[in-house]
């Protein structure tokens, strides 16, 4: 399920080698040769067992929510089916038709390479398998600073899984940094496109240091998938040389990309209930509404602050609908329609938040908690909002340390009711 990125500055030892600003160190970071050939041969035994499925259909939902945003008179909604400008009969995929299909495809690959993994314990070169468990160990230590309470959750999860979950949070937020971080003023697409080469080298068993490594080694041992790390550095793409969205469909997009990336990378490692009669698409999508959700509450947060940055990630049409423009979110007035505006954004991101809790109770249950916490302090981010009378130009919205220590039993007592699918399925018995 979703991992929470902030945005928090990472001590520059963090940041990729290989773009142009540092070397890190690689020898003795790297797997030893012989693990490397080995891992390289059964990475690409894995990818060709993959499978592709694609869908198309014209009665459009966003697909990781449960309803129909065009019925409810509130969130007009473009059709998967778009048409254009161009040629009669051209038509295009809309932002929502294109996250659905990512989501049918992970739930049909991790279906596939689950029932064909077999991971087997390799011969370990001496000094590697340490090597191996400080680069863990590492992942562990950042996530630990900068995720405290996701960090504690982790804890619950078997030893593997929790590593696995570290290592992908850290990868997670060195690309949020390039864009976000120290040195994004000499970030450039190229830069970007170095870092996905990275990727490509890390999923082929080729690590650049100690961090990558822990990573390769991660999705040695469970079903996770290249494309959502490829979308999470498309959304950095996006921040690069966009800064407005004309529509939700844009803004979706967008918060696939940075944030609902996450749900899909970590499903697979936090896996699904053994209990649960859900779909595994149903599970992923439930991921992909966390991600959504928490993004979607990041623009909310934080709208004085891109405005300071000449950013604007909001739904332009929709402002307009309001009698806004772009001048009123510089002048960054509270006004009533200011109020009305984000009464809307929220109750929109309280849906995704809805949706999401449903995936949430289908994760094996020592995976729960860590994210049961991450969706009741991120959705309490739109309390303090509210309680803020809507002031987002000139006051940060932040949850209280007390509240979120209120949270976590809150959280752990979520974490033991039973898979929805499983209430549902005893309903209908009765």
Known sequence: MAIVL??????????????????????????METSRTSLCKRLQKRRTRGSTLYSLYTDSKYSCVGFEPEKSGAFPILSSLVATGGPVGEVVISSEQRVYDVVVKQAALVKELTRGLDVKPELVVPGSMYLM?????????VCAEYAKTFYLGTLLMTPEKRRAIW????????TDELVDGPNASHITPSALDRWEARLEDLFAGRPYDMLDAALSDTVLKFPVDIQ??????EGMRMDLKKSRYKNFDELYLYCYYVAGTVGLMSVPVMGIAPESRASTESVYNGALALGIANQLTNILRDVGEDARR???YLPLDELAQYGLSEDDIFRG????????????QIKRARMFFSEAEKGVTELSQAS???????LLLYSQILDEIEANDYNNFTKRAYVSKMKKLMSLPMAYGKSLLMPVSLQQSGLAKV
Do not use: H, Q
């Open 167 to 174: 290592a992908i949070y850290v990868w997670c937020r060195r």
């Open 310 to 312: 000449g950013r604007i």
């Open 368 to 374: 729960r908690w860590p994210v049961w916490a991450s």
């Open 228 to 233: 959502p790390f490829k979308d999470m550095i």
């Open 6 to 31: 902030s945005r928090v500055v990472v001590p520059l030892d963090l940041i990729a080698a290989g773009l142009g600003f540092s070397e890190t160190t690689r020898d003795g970071l790297r797997l």
């Open 333 to 344: 007035k509270v006004t009533d329609k200011w109020r009305s505006f984000m009464k809307n």
């Open 133 to 141: 468990r400080d680069a863990y160990d590492r992942c562990g230590e």
